[in-house]
Structures are given as C-alpha cells and as structure tokens.
C-alpha cells in the first residue's frame, strides 16, 4: 500500500489549524475526475469553473478531506470532512511551501523556451539509477501545477526534478520562490509566447527571474547564448555559481556520428571525453540538451560513465518526438504536443534521418501559436527542404502551405477530421510521417488514429 503523504500533524503545522482527525490519504488533487479513495480534494475557482461545486461529489467518491472557500457549495452533513479557507489557490501555496521545507534531498529545476518536459524526464531516468528520486507530473510547471507537484513530493527522495515554466514576466519569480531550487537549468531562450514579450532579450530576463527563488550557493547551468543576458542586466545578485553548456570550458557536444543502430555522441564535459551512445531516435536537438545534464551529474559528484546504458536506452516521450514504428514500414513522428519556429525546424531536420532507401516524408503541420505580431513572419519562414508531401492544419498555418512547392502540397485543413481522410489515401508504405502543432489543435488525437490504422 502506498505511503500516507500527507499526516493530521503535518496538514494542521501547514495550515495552522487544529484539525482533530483525518483519515490516512495519500495525495493532494484538484481535479475530482482523478479522485481515489483518500484523496485531499482541494477545490480551485478559474474564469471558468468552480470546483467547489464537486466537493460534495469528492467526498463521496471516497476523498478523506477536502478544502473549499465557498460553503455555499457545500453540504452542511459534509462539514466534518471540509477545511473552509479564503482563498484554496494560497492554501494550495502554504501547503507546497510546507512540503517544501521537509525535503532535504536536492531540488533540480528545468526551464527553457523548448524541451524542458523532455529534459525533465530524461534526468528522471537517470537520477533514478543514483538513488531514490521524484519527478514533478506531465505538464505540471505552472502557478497551480508547479505547488501542486510539490505538495505530493514524498518526503526521503535523494532528487527531485521539476518543470517551471512561463509566459509572462513574474512568473518565474513566483514560482521559483516557492520551489527554492538549489540547482537551476536554463535550456534555451527561444521565439515563444512572444504575445507577451518584445524580443528574446525580455524573454531571457524573465526566464531568468529563477534566480530569485535559489538560496545562496545554488548552481545555475545555462546555454552560453544566455550568458550575456545573464550580467547585462545585472539578475546575478546573488552568490550563485554558473555553469555553461555548449561551452568548451565547461561541458560541449562536440559532435554526433550515426551509425547503424544508434548515435554516437563526444561530449566534452571540463577535461574530460565523454562517448555516449544514445537512440537513434533522439533528435540532435535533444542530445545537444543532454549537455545540461551532464552538467547536473558532475555537479552531484556523479559518475556519467556508471549511466552509459540509462543514457543509451532514452528516448523521445510522447508527443515530443516519441517514434512509432507501424506496419507497412510507416515510421510515425509524433510531435503533436507543440510547435514553434525552432522546435519545428529541429523536428523537420531530426525526421530526416529516417529518410533512407528511397523512403517518402510526409508532414503533418499546425499552427504554432502564442508568437504575438511575429506569427505571420514565422510561419512563412520555416524551411521546407527535404518535405516530400505537405498537410497543414488551421488558419495561420495556410501561410506555411502557400509557401510549398505545387509539389509538395497535399492539402490545408481546419479540422483534424477532414484532413485525415485526405492524409490516408495519401500514405504509401515506407512513408515516413511527422505530425507536429500547437497542443491546441489536439494533433494528438491525429496520431492516435493513425497509429490505429497502421497496428
């Protein structure tokens, strides 16, 4: 059975409340279709939704407590089992805060503009062959997300990696303060959520705000391209280390060879030559990130070489590159999760090494939104090199479409419905296929029946 997170002792020291019993539970949830018998339901208020309306629901299902600040929703037989607070999104804080300050273990933090969910769990892999280690949930590295992550962290783990992310100055700072990372990573700083932002420069000020909530003598690993934004606008105020990456000093990918069955990386990591094989279904997009964890383990004293076939054996998770080998020799690309200029072009670039022995490329393209005044200037600009056949879906990825080659094109669509009974008369075998998108426009369900078809 599964340890109790969460004691009476431990909910009334965060809350400051006298709670006088409570049944064991296992974890803190938010959404009441997730709920298992001794769950915490926490109900949060949105624009659009007040889960304060399930709480009665929750209680039934099974849930030992829940916290809600409307009681009007709530059932007045249901009292026993309900904390009434003000606000559930500050308790939320209280209670990761509260987590956060029994978890002595250390606390790695993974941001960037592009593949920080894959670099998250690629240092999960790892961590986990050096010792005991947790890993903040799927997408969980929001103002809600990030806390809620925290608050189920077991207590004892040896690593904890989590996922921040943002799309707004100050955001960061919020997060980070509660988080307190001791080790920091900064990937990337890339042409995103620029509705929010006027150029990379405010962009990497903002990413750059975690420095915020690290103690002092934490360690920050950033890609060197960050380095000048890192002292230019004097965020370095604290005593915290920097290590850089793709940087020969400190650690560089010095080049990938492909042989047969897998990549072949030479990673210069200080004085030291790295050789590392990895799948060769990892794009070299995502090997140039491995750098950074490289960096974490020689930060932690320890041994990369003693990981050779963890590292050898990651690959790519779904929706961020995840390869689907399917019957008829289709290979399938499924890139469905997110899209924007540079992580589209490294995802066109990386599905060509699939491309041997006379085989057909086939992409599957959306809209690759949040960038602001500059989506229309992104969208004709994407390198189409190498594209047998061309399907785009939405309305801002018909400028992508109307740049092809006659052809190259095979369709523009508005739905994912009509644009896959297009997409299945056009598939021959061999084919390989590539369906990357904004989440919005859930590819993924696209990728799901196409694997459907092709068992």
């Known amino acids: ?17 006298k709670l006088k019993h409570c049944a064991e539970n296992f974890r803190i949830i938010i959404d009441s279709r997730e709920e298992k018998k001794g769950d915490i339901f926490l109900a949060l208020r949105g624009v659009k939704f007040n889960a304060n309306c399930f709480v009665n629901q929750a209680i039934q299902s099974g849930a030992v407590l ?70 903040s949930r799927g997408n969980y590295n929001s103002q809600i997300g990030l806390p809620l992550s925290i608050a189920n962290a077991p207590i004892g783990c040896k690593y904890y990696i989590f996922e921040l992310g943002m799309s707004e100055p100050g955001e960061m700072r919020i997060i980070s303060n509660i988080l307190s990372p001791n080790i920091g990573v900064i990937l990337n700083i890339k042409e995103v959520h620029r509705q929010s932002f006027q150029n990379l420069d405010e962009i990497a000020k903002a990413k750059l705000e975690i420095i915020e909530g690290m103690p002092d003598k934490s360690i920050l690993i950033l890609n060197k391209e960050i380095k000048q934004s890192l002292y230019q606008k004097d965020v370095l105020k604290k005593n915290i280390n920097v290590r850089l990456f793709d940087y020969v000093k400190h650690c560089m990918l010095e080049r990938i060879k492909l042989d047969c069955c897998y990549k072949k990386a030479y990673i210069r990591l200080y004085a030291k030559i790295l050789v590392q094989e ?27 070489a003693k990981a050779y076939n963890v590292f050898k054996k990651l690959k790519p998770i779904k929706g961020r590159g995840k390869v ?13 999760y997110n899209s924007s200029p540079v992580s589209l072009e490294a995802a066109i670039s990386s599905s060509l090494v699939f491309k041997i022995k006379g085989r057909r490329f086939i992409a599957v393209i959306g809209d690759m939104l949040e960038l602001g005044d500059m989506e229309h200037s992104f969208h004709q600009n994407v390198d189409l090199g190498g594209i047998d056949q061309l399907f785009c879906i939405g309305k801002i990825a018909k400028l992508l479409f109307n740049r092809a080659a006659d052809k190259q094109r095979g369709g523009c669509f508005t739905s994912v419905n009509k644009l896959l009974q297009l997409l299945i008369t056009s598939i021959k075998k061999n084919d390989i296929i590539l369906v990357k998108g904004s989440n919005a426009l859930k590819l993924g369900l696209l990728v799901e029946k196409i694997k459907l078809l092709y068992v």
């Open 1 to 17: 059975m599964q340890k109790s997170l969460w004691s009476l002792k431990d909910i009334n020291d965060a809350l400051d409340i």
């Open 66 to 135: 829940c916290i809600s600040d409307d009681i009007s929703q709530v059932a007045s037989s249901y009292y026993d089992k309900v904390i009434f607070v003000n606000d559930t999104k500050m308790t939320l804080i209280k209670l990761a805060k509260h987590r956060r300050s029994r978890i002595h273990g250390n606390v790695i933090a993974v941001t960037g503009s592009v593949g920080k969910s894959s670099v998250k769990q690629f240092l999960s892999s790892v961590m986990k062959y050096y010792g005991k280690s947790y890993v």
């Open 278 to 304: 990895f799948s060769k279904d990892l794009g070299n997009h995502l090997i140039f990130n491995m750098q950074a964890v490289f960096l974490c383990l020689d930060i932690l004293k320890l041994d990369p």
């Open 324 to 336: 689907y080998y399917l019957s008829n020799n289709i290979i399938l690309i499924d890139e469905s």
